[in-house]
Nanobody, 119 residues
């Protein structure tokens, strides 16, 4: 059974930093693209950052310059480094591992980790 487990969330003051981790039990891990999404109360889930299996990353404009995505294929893990956090970054953050098989997306989601930015 595939497991995707996020960790590292918590309460942080505005301007602070957090690093989220995503541990994934999929093998082989390196063929999967990883995405970090977030969902704030009353809002739709949105893509924050993604990284391909070739480690090419994409960052949403709303967090560009503040968030960085990375992956460690040896550890089957991915990370989201978040700096200069704002109250608007408050959300549940989800990790998704995905690949395409015969044109269809195969995706696995974690349960999410809460990030709260507040003084």
């Amino acid at each position: 059974q595939v497991q995707v487990v996020e960790s590292g969330g918590g309460l942080v003051q505005p301007g602070g930093s957090l690093t989220l981790s995503c541990s994934i039990s999929i093998r082989p891990f390196f063929i999967y693209a990883i995405g970090w999404y977030r969902q704030a109360p009353g809002k739709q889930r949105e893509l924050v950052a993604s990284i391909t299996n070739y480690s090419m990353s994409t960052i949403a404009d709303s967090v560009k310059g503040r968030f960085t995505i990375s992956r460690d294929n040896a550890e089957s893990a991915a990370y989201l480094q978040m700096h200069s956090l704002k109250p608007d970054d408050t959300a549940v953050y989800y990790c998704k591992a995905s690949r395409y098989e015969t044109g269809a997306e195969v995706a696995y989601w974690g349960q999410g980790t809460q990030v709260t930015v507040s003084s």
